[in-house]
């Protein structure tokens, strides 16, 4: 069994930047890198959709188009956590962010998010204009 548990989200201006971080835990010391790991969104009246994701050794990640050059996600293997950098904040990144852990490939993550392992509770994002 894992746990996901998000943090870091708030309400910032646009133009601002927030750190969000997902703790993992598993049954073993070793689980956390027997999984890719992700983030998602779903924004008020919207379907959830892929943000990033990283691959199990943290050397491939993937963004969705609207994120790149402001999103960066990145892994810990010391705390078992994954975190998702965001700058330059816009009103339309405003959701709540998930994560979710898989063992398929992290490339994988935004085409099948329907059969993925595990997912957080999520954390709210609120950027104003």
């Known amino acids: 069994q894992v746990h996901l548990v998000e943090s870091g989200g708030g309400l910032v201006q646009a133009g601002g930047s927030l750190r969000l971080s997902c703790a993992f835990s598993?049954?073993?010391?070793?689980?956390?890198?027997?999984?890719?790991l992700g983030w998602f969104r779903q924004a008020p009246g919207k379907e959830r959709e892929f943000v990033a994701a990283?691959?199990?050794?943290?050397?491939?990640?993937y963004y969705t188009d609207s994120v790149k050059d402001r999103f960066i996600i990145t892994r810990d293997y010391a705390r078992k956590a994954v975190y998702l950098q965001m700058k330059s904040l816009k009103p339309e990144d405003t959701a709540v962010y998930y994560c979710?852990?898989?063992?398929?490939?992290?490339?994988?993550?935004?085409?099948?998010?329907?059969?993925?392992?595990?997912w957080g509770q999520g954390t709210q994002v609120t950027v104003s204009s």
């Open positions: 598993g049954q073993t010391d070793s689980s956390f890198t027997v999984y890719a």
């Open positions: 990283s691959s199990r050794s943290g050397g491939s990640t």
């Open positions: 979710a852990a898989d063992r398929g490939s992290a490339q994988s993550m935004a085409a099948h998010q329907l059969g993925l392992d595990y």
